[in-house]
């Protein structure tokens, strides 16, 4: 069995972490448009109070 070098896993954990960073910046990026299209396009007060709704729900889960 090969070992890995402690470069090649400093290696595998810095791309693991920069993958999982894109993803979140990509699905963050998703949201934002969504937001964008919900509530700037148009006027649709029903969609807009989902977001209220859906926005507070989050923040209150990371604790804010």
């Known amino acids: 069995m090969i070992k890995p070098t402690p470069q090649e896993v400093r290696a595998e954990m810095a791309r693991q972490i920069k993958e999982r960073i894109n993803a979140a910046m990509e699905a963050n990026l998703k949201q934002q448009a969504e937001f964008d299209e ?14 209220s709704w859906t926005v507070e729900d989050e923040l209150k889960r990371s604790g804010f």
């Open 38 to 51: 919900d509530t700037s396009m148009f006027h649709n007060p029903r969609r807009q109070q989902w977001w």
